[in-house]
C-alpha cells in the first residue's frame, strides 16, 4: 500500500527529515509521533509529494490519485468565496480525471461524508464564516470524500470539542475496520501506544517502527510518558 524507503526532506534549506523507511500493508493505521518540531508533517508532506524528496529516497504508493489528505488547520482567507458543500465536492477532483462535472455519485459522496461528519445543515454556508472546528469537519469531510484505500491526517483531532474528537476516533476506527488504510500524525503517545496499529517515533530520523503493543514497552515510550521527564506536545 505504501512503501518508504530511505526518505529524507530538506525545507528552506534544513534537512527536517532524514533516511526515514517504512511499509504498510492494505488495512493497517499507522500513528507518527514526536514532539513539535520532529518532522511529523514534513514527512507526511514529502509522503504526499507536496514537498520534494532529497538524498535519493522512494515512495512508492498504491492508487495516489484517491489519497484523502488532511492537513494541519489554515485559516480561510477573507475572500474565499467556497460554500461547505463546494469545499466537501472539491475532494472529488481527483477522481473526476478530465471531467469538470460533478457526477451523480460524487454529490452522493459529499452528502454522506458531511452527515458522517455533522455538518450536513452548514452545506449552504460559507467555509470562512465557520469557527475553526467546524472548519475541521469540513475539511475532514473533504479528505473522505477524495480517499479511495489511503487517507493521511495530520493532527485530526485538532481544535474539536471533546465530542466531536470522539466521533472523529469512532469513525476513523469504523473506517479502519472496513479496510481503509490510516496515516495520522498524533500528538498522543498513549493513545497510539495503545492503539493496535503501528507506531513512527520520529525525532528527524525514525525513531522506532513497529507495532503499539512492541512500542508500550520502549524506553523510549517510558521516557516521553513519564511524569517528571516527558516531553510538552
Not at 99 to 122: H, K, Q, V, W
Given at each position: 500500500?505504501?512503501?518508504?524507503?530511505n526518505?529524507s526532506?530538506?525545507?528552506?534549506?534544513?534537512?527536517v527529515?532524514?533516511?526515514?523507511?517504512?511499509?504498510?500493508?492494505?488495512?493497517?493505521?499507522l500513528?507518527?509521533?514526536g514532539?513539535?518540531?520532529?518532522?511529523?508533517?514534513t514527512?507526511?508532506?514529502?509522503?504526499?509529494?507536496?514537498?520534494p524528496?532529497?538524498g535519493?529516497?522512494?515512495v512508492?504508493c498504491?492508487g495516489?490519485?484517491?489519497v484523502?489528505?488532511?492537513?494541519?488547520?489554515t485559516?480561510?482567507?477573507?475572500?474565499f468565496?467556497?460554500?461547505?458543500?463546494?469545499?466537501?465536492?472539491?475532494?472529488?477532483l481527483?477522481?473526476?480525471?478530465f471531467?469538470?462535472?460533478c457526477t451523480?455519485?460524487?454529490?452522493?459522496?459529499?452528502?454522506?461524508n458531511?452527515?458522517r461528519l455533522?455538518i450536513?445543515s452548514?452545506?449552504?454556508?460559507?467555509?470562512r464564516?465557520?469557527s475553526?472546528?467546524?472548519?475541521?469537519?469540513?475539511?475532514l469531510?473533504r479528505?473522505?470524500?477524495?480517499?479511495?484505500?489511503?487517507?493521511?491526517?495530520?493532527?485530526p483531532?485538532?481544535g474539536?470539542?471533546?465530542?466531536a474528537v470522539?466521533?472523529?476516533?469512532?469513525l476513523?476506527?469504523?473506517l479502519?475496520?472496513e479496510?481503509m488504510?490510516?496515516?495520522?500524525?498524533?500528538?498522543d503517545?498513549?493513545?497510539?501506544?495503545?492503539?493496535?496499529g503501528k507506531?513512527?517515533?520520529?525525532r528527524?530520523k525514525?525513531l522506532?517502527?513497529?507495532?503499539?503493543?512492541?512500542?508500550?514497552?520502549?524506553?523510549?515510550?517510558?521516557r516521553?510518558?513519564?511524569?517528571?521527564?516527558?516531553?510538552?506536545?
Amino acid at each position: 500500500m505504501l512503501d518508504c524507503r530511505n526518505v529524507s526532506v530538506s525545507y528552506d534549506g534544513k534537512t527536517v527529515v532524514e533516511d526515514v523507511s517504512f511499509a504498510l500493508a492494505p488495512g493497517d493505521c499507522l500513528r507518527i509521533v514526536g514532539e513539535n518540531g520532529s518532522g511529523k508533517s514534513t514527512l507526511m508532506k514529502g509522503l504526499l509529494g507536496l514537498l520534494p524528496l532529497s538524498g535519493g529516497g522512494t515512495v512508492f504508493c498504491v492508487g495516489r490519485n484517491e489519497v484523502g489528505y488532511l492537513p494541519q488547520q489554515t485559516p480561510a482567507r477573507g475572500d474565499f468565496p467556497a460554500n461547505v458543500r463546494e469545499v466537501v465536492l472539491s475532494g472529488r477532483l481527483n477522481r473526476r480525471g478530465f471531467s469538470p462535472f460533478c457526477t451523480r455519485r460524487d454529490r452522493a459522496s459529499a452528502d454522506e461524508n458531511m452527515e458522517r461528519l455533522g455538518i450536513a445543515s452548514l452545506a449552504g454556508k460559507p467555509y470562512r464564516a465557520l469557527s475553526g472546528g467546524q472548519q475541521r469537519r469540513v475539511l475532514l469531510a473533504r479528505a473522505l470524500c477524495a480517499a479511495g484505500t489511503l487517507l493521511m491526517l495530520d493532527e485530526p483531532s485538532a481544535g474539536l470539542d471533546p465530542l466531536a474528537v470522539s466521533q472523529v476516533d469512532v469513525l476513523l476506527e469504523k473506517l479502519n475496520q472496513e479496510g481503509m488504510t490510516l496515516v495520522v500524525i498524533s500528538h498522543d503517545l498513549k493513545s497510539a501506544a495503545h492503539s493496535g496499529g503501528k507506531v513512527l517515533h520520529m525525532r528527524k530520523k525514525a525513531l522506532f517502527f513497529g507495532s503499539a503493543e512492541d512500542y508500550a514497552e520502549t524506553a523510549l515510550y517510558r521516557r516521553m510518558t513519564a511524569p517528571e521527564g516527558g516531553c510538552g506536545f
